[in-house]
């Protein structure tokens, strides 16, 4: 699976982004999507998932404001980000499973999208 993140770029605190990460090669439905970001000097962290069902978890510091979905017609999944903060700041990775839940924990990814970044300014 490939996956190709795009949707980022420059907010104002209070504003409102739509990443998506497109998937191809292997049947996008079967995989459970995730959404993770990194800040500068910071670990990365989980922020929502989706399972094949369409279940959705989130982070705390997300839950909302975030919403994560996903068109399996189109391979591909959103994260719909509203009343952003500067603390929002990172760059968002998506994540596949091959799994049928998804899940907060990194390591339990097997593919990787290549990362877009969100800076939310005060």
């Known amino acids: 699976v490939q996956l190709q993140a795009s949707g980022g770029g420059l907010v104002q605190a209070g504003g409102s982004l739509r990443l998506s990460c497109a998937a191809s090669?292997?049947?996008?439905?079967?995989?459970?999507m995730g959404w993770f970001r990194q800040a500068p000097g910071k670990e990365r962290e989980f922020v929502a998932a989706?399972?094949?069902?369409?279940?959705?978890y989130y982070a705390d510091s997300v839950k909302g404001r975030f919403t994560i979905s996903r068109d399996n017609a189109k391979n591909t999944v959103y994260l719909q980000m509203n009343s952003l903060k500067p603390e929002d700041t990172a760059v968002y990775y998506c994540?596949?499973?091959?799994?049928?839940?998804?899940?907060?924990?990194?390591?339990?990814?097997?593919?990787w999208g290549q990362g877009t970044q969100v800076t939310v300014s005060s």
């Open positions: 994540a596949a499973r091959d799994y049928r839940l998804g899940s907060p924990t990194l390591t339990e990814y097997d593919y």
């Open positions: 090669g292997r049947t996008f439905s079967r995989y459970a």
């Open positions: 989706i399972s094949w069902s369409g279940a959705t």
